[in-house]
């Protein structure tokens, strides 16, 4: 429940700290500057740590005295950066109908720059807005826009990419379509990783998106791996600059209060005591909202110890702050467990209140989620309507000729009549013939797809063939070897001092962990003793220890129901492309990530390499090797690098159905 009501907070942590452009201007930008009198680097600076001040309030009241300072200068940008920053704060608050007031004021002003990253930001802050009051259908409108503008803008443009990823994860989690929004912040995550900025913003940027992650779990009841992600959010906030203190605290109250609430719920209450008060040191004052659960939290927990002179008077201030912040769904939570005080003392009056009361707007909640659930639906369909844009207009065409039709039909009875028996002739020939290329294609495919099957099945074969001679024979052998030096040493116990005896031992030793290792590669034994995610996870960490290239394996949906050949599939595609990073990419950081979505199941590879150019490079073994396995499973792969930007490969298969394995 607490990560729910905290989620549009964390989610916009990014979007609010990349209200002002760091690092270096571009054209553009220069070129805007110099048509002002004024110091606009002076200014830029002024309206940068005005917006991380530590109070609030103050915080707005200078970035207020920015904004019309910049606009009196002439300086656009200026104004648009101080307006989003002051639309930000209002945000943090709470205060919604304030934030979407400023970012609307920053808009014209970012137009006016001629900066389309600067219109692009303030869209995307109406989306987050809208999403956070369940506007969801202006919400992925505006995130639309905002992805519009970004096709038009410099790619090395991560900030503002970073930020639309960011919402449009949280604007599908109040979508409840969970897939698209670990997705989204997966990508958000790819684009940070590859960011060239600073230590401070890398960090800022990052921490909103393991938050997220975490709140993915949690949702999900998978509580280990949100207390993993959250510990992280703490680690890498660490790092900050001083100057980034209120930055820091607000992501430091957030993480330390889900963990409260986690470790409450596992009902490990000491912990959840232990980080619940750290939350209320940090937020007191600043973060009503961490406070408000943090209470809850805390409630629970003396109940549990029968410290319930303390759990009543804390569920009371919590309940009071939940009546001031309008939150229902804690609200509602709070009355229960102020029942169920009430019925351990035996105030079964008092208990009987609480419970009506709970019940009485529960009712209340029913009604306002089915009236959300349809809104839901209307965004969805409305998201459904954007995407489909050519299509709809092709339909409006249609129904257009059709009334022309309609309304002509008296007059041409008899030649319509006629021509339709000719076209339905013309139609009956033209669809024989098609059916006929239509099979023979078919057919030609299926003959394709077969083929490449066997080659593949062929290569499987030999690998196993050669992994079993390595593993049986001359493993066997180094075996036998090494027994034999062995027996010398105990009849000669003087071999034991002999370097050179020793050194020979040692030789037979990694001789026979690399036969092992080649066999075990050439034959994956580890795909019948784990699950196929367990597999590559520990593959990726034996490259990770063996080279130095650091991999960042991510998985998500249920791999269990995959079919052997299926898994050894696409084993052998994640080894295939990690080995050619390793030989060609001189990269320092990978991204590998399976994600199964409904029937299809897709591969993205990533790296930070040196790229190439793929309309120069011609494929070498290991590509010609990865799009034959592709196309043997009727899959599409996708290969996107340039020259110092690393390198992206796309996979997407179909899952063969369940009890239908693949042909092999």
Same mark, same amino acid.
């Given at each position: 429940?607490?990560?729910?009501?905290?989620?549009?907070?964390?989610?916009?942590?990014?979007?609010?700290?990349?209200?002002?452009?760091?690092?270096?201007?571009?054209?553009?930008?220069?070129?805007?500057?110099?048509?002002?009198?004024?110091?606009?680097?002076?200014?830029?600076?002024?309206?940068?740590?005005?917006?991380?001040?530590?109070?609030?309030?103050?915080?707005?009241?200078?970035?207020?005295?920015?904004?019309?300072?910049?606009?009196?200068?002439?300086?656009?940008?200026?104004?648009?950066?101080?307006?989003?920053?002051?639309?930000?704060?209002?945000?943090?608050?709470?205060?919604?109908?304030?934030?979407?007031?400023?970012?609307?004021?920053?808009?014209?002003?970012?137009?006016?720059?001629?900066?389309?990253?600067?219109?692009?930001?303030?869209?995307?802050?109406?989306?987050?807005?809208?999403?956070?009051?369940?506007?969801?259908?202006?919400?992925?409108?505006?995130?639309?826009?905002?992805?519009?503008?970004?096709?038009?803008?410099?790619?090395?443009?991560?900030?503002?990419?970073?930020?639309?990823?960011?919402?449009?994860?949280?604007?599908?989690?109040?979508?409840?379509?969970?897939?698209?929004?670990?997705?989204?912040?997966?990508?958000?995550?790819?684009?940070?990783?590859?960011?060239?900025?600073?230590?401070?913003?890398?960090?800022?940027?990052?921490?909103?998106?393991?938050?997220?992650?975490?709140?993915?779990?949690?949702?999900?009841?998978?509580?280990?791996?949100?207390?993993?992600?959250?510990?992280?959010?703490?680690?890498?906030?660490?790092?900050?600059?001083?100057?980034?203190?209120?930055?820091?605290?607000?992501?430091?109250?957030?993480?330390?209060?889900?963990?409260?609430?986690?470790?409450?719920?596992?009902?490990?209450?000491?912990?959840?005591?232990?980080?619940?008060?750290?939350?209320?040191?940090?937020?007191?004052?600043?973060?009503?909202?961490?406070?408000?659960?943090?209470?809850?939290?805390?409630?629970?927990?003396?109940?549990?110890?029968?410290?319930?002179?303390?759990?009543?008077?804390?569920?009371?201030?919590?309940?009071?702050?939940?009546?001031?912040?309008?939150?229902?769904?804690?609200?509602?939570?709070?009355?229960?467990?102020?029942?169920?005080?009430?019925?351990?003392?035996?105030?079964?009056?008092?208990?009987?209140?609480?419970?009506?009361?709970?019940?009485?707007?529960?009712?209340?909640?029913?009604?306002?989620?089915?009236?959300?659930?349809?809104?839901?639906?209307?965004?969805?369909?409305?998201?459904?309507?954007?995407?489909?844009?050519?299509?709809?207009?092709?339909?409006?065409?249609?129904?257009?000729?059709?009334?022309?039709?309609?309304?002509?039909?008296?007059?041409?009875?008899?030649?319509?009549? =006629? #021509? %339709?028996?000719?076209? @339905?002739?013309? *139609? !009956?020939?033209?669809?024989?013939?098609?059916? &006929? $290329? +239509?099979?023979?294609?078919?057919?030609?495919?299926?003959?394709?797809?077969?083929?490449?099957?066997?080659?593949?099945?062929?290569?499987?074969?030999e690998r196993i063939r050669l992994a079993r001679e390595l593993h049986d024979g001359i493993g066997g052998m180094l075996s036998a070897t090494k027994?034999?030096?062995?027996?010398?040493?105990?009849?000669?116990?003087?071999?034991?001092?002999?370097?050179?005896?020793?050194?020979?031992?040692?030789?037979?030793?990694?001789?026979?962990?690399?036969?092992?290792?080649?066999?075990?590669?050439?034959?994956?034994? =580890? #795909? %019948?003793?784990?699950? @196929?995610?367990? *597999? !590559?996870?520990?593959?990726?960490?034996?490259? &990770? $220890? +063996?080279?130095?290239?650091?991999?960042?394996?991510?998985?998500?949906?249920?791999?269990?129901?995959?079919?052997?050949?299926?898994?050894?599939?696409?084993?052998?595609?994640?080894?295939?492309?990690?080995?050619?990073?390793?030989?060609?990419?001189?990269?320092?950081?990978?991204?590998?990530?399976?994600?199964?979505?409904?029937?299809?199941?897709?591969?993205?590879?990533?790296?930070?390499?040196?790229?190439?150019?793929?309309?120069?490079?011609?494929?070498?073994?290991?590509?010609?090797?990865?799009?034959?396995?592709?196309?043997?499973?009727?899959?599409?792969?996708?290969?996107?690098?340039?020259?110092?930007?690393?390198?992206?490969?796309?996979?997407?298969? +179909?899952?063969?159905?369940?009890?239908?394995?693949?042909?092999t």
């Amino acid at each position: 429940m607490l990560h729910k009501i905290l989620s549009s907070f964390t989610c916009f942590a990014l979007s609010c700290l990349l209200v002002v452009v760091t690092g270096k201007n571009s054209y553009a930008q220069e070129k805007h500057q110099a048509k002002t009198n004024v110091d606009t680097v002076a200014l830029d600076l002024s309206i940068k740590s005005a917006a991380y001040i530590t109070n609030p309030d103050t915080a707005i009241q200078q970035l207020k005295q920015l904004g019309q300072k910049s606009i009196d200068a002439g300086y656009f940008l200026g104004a648009a950066r101080a307006f989003r920053a002051a639309g930000g704060r209002y945000f943090d608050l709470g205060n919604y109908e304030d934030a979407l007031v400023y970012y609307k004021k920053s808009l014209p002003f970012a137009e006016k720059t001629g900066l389309k990253d600067q219109a692009a930001r303030c869209h995307n802050c109406f989306a987050l807005v809208y999403a956070t009051q369940g506007n969801y259908t202006e919400a992925s409108e505006e995130c639309f826009k905002a992805l519009d503008i970004l096709k038009t803008i410099d790619t090395s443009d991560y900030e503002t990419g970073i930020s639309i990823y960011t919402n449009l994860a949280y604007l599908y989690e109040c979508l409840g379509q969970a897939g698209k929004r670990i997705y989204y912040l997966t990508q958000a995550e790819i684009l940070i990783r590859k960011w060239n900025t600073s230590p401070d913003m890398m960090i800022r940027s990052l921490a909103p998106i393991l938050a997220g992650k975490a709140n993915y779990f949690s949702d999900n009841q998978m509580s280990d791996s949100a207390i993993k992600y959250y510990k992280e959010v703490l680690n890498v906030i660490k790092g900050l600059g001083a100057d980034k203190e209120s930055v820091r605290l607000y992501h430091e109250a957030n993480a330390l209060v889900n963990l409260g609430e986690i470790y409450g719920r596992n009902c490990d209450w000491e912990k959840s005591v232990s980080y619940s008060n750290k939350a209320i040191a940090i937020a007191r004052g600043k973060y009503p909202d961490v406070v408000e659960c943090a209470y809850y939290n805390l409630g629970q927990a003396f109940r549990y110890f029968k410290k319930y002179r303390e759990a009543e008077d804390i569920f009371l201030q919590a309940l009071k702050m939940s009546n001031a912040l309008q939150h229902k769904a804690l609200l509602t939570a709070g009355y229960g467990y102020l029942a169920d005080v009430y019925r351990d003392t035996r105030q079964y009056e008092k208990a009987l209140d609480y419970t009506d009361s709970m019940i009485a707007l529960k009712d209340t909640l029913v009604t306002a989620e089915k009236i959300k659930n349809i809104r839901q639906e209307d965004a969805k369909y409305h998201i459904a309507e954007k995407d489909g844009q050519i299509a709809r207009n092709e339909l409006l065409i249609a129904r257009q000729k059709d009334k022309i039709a309609r309304k002509n039909l008296w007059i041409g009875l008899i030649s319509a009549s =006629v #021509l %339709l028996l000719m076209a @339905l002739s013309g *139609a !009956l020939y033209r669809n024989s013939k098609l059916k &006929q $290329a +239509g099979i023979i294609r078919s057919l030609k495919q299926e003959n394709k797809i077969s083929i490449l099957k066997g080659v593949v099945q062929g290569e499987e074969n030999e690998r196993i063939r050669l992994a079993r001679e390595l593993h049986d024979g001359i493993g066997g052998m180094l075996s036998a070897t090494k027994m034999r030096f062995m027996a010398l040493r105990h009849d000669n116990e003087d071999l034991v001092r002999s370097p050179r005896y020793l050194e020979a031992m040692g030789l037979l030793d990694i001789m026979g962990d690399e036969i092992r290792k080649t066999s075990h590669n050439l034959m994956p034994e =580890v #795909l %019948l003793k784990q699950n @196929l995610t367990e *597999a !590559l996870r520990t593959y990726c960490n034996n490259i &990770q $220890a +063996g080279t130095g290239l650091q991999i960042n394996f991510q998985s998500f949906g249920d791999f269990s129901n995959l079919s052997n050949d299926f898994k050894l599939n696409i084993y052998r595609i994640v080894q295939e492309l990690l080995k050619n990073i390793q030989q060609h990419a001189n990269a320092t950081y990978a991204v590998v990530q399976l994600m199964i979505l409904e029937a299809y199941l897709t591969v993205s590879v990533e790296d930070n390499g040196k790229g190439f150019n793929t309309d120069e490079t011609k494929d070498g073994i290991g590509l010609h090797n990865l799009k034959t396995r592709v196309l043997s499973l009727d899959g599409h792969y996708t290969l996107k690098s340039e020259q110092g930007k690393g390198t992206t490969v796309y996979i997407e298969l +179909g899952i063969p159905i369940a009890g239908k394995p693949m042909d092999t």
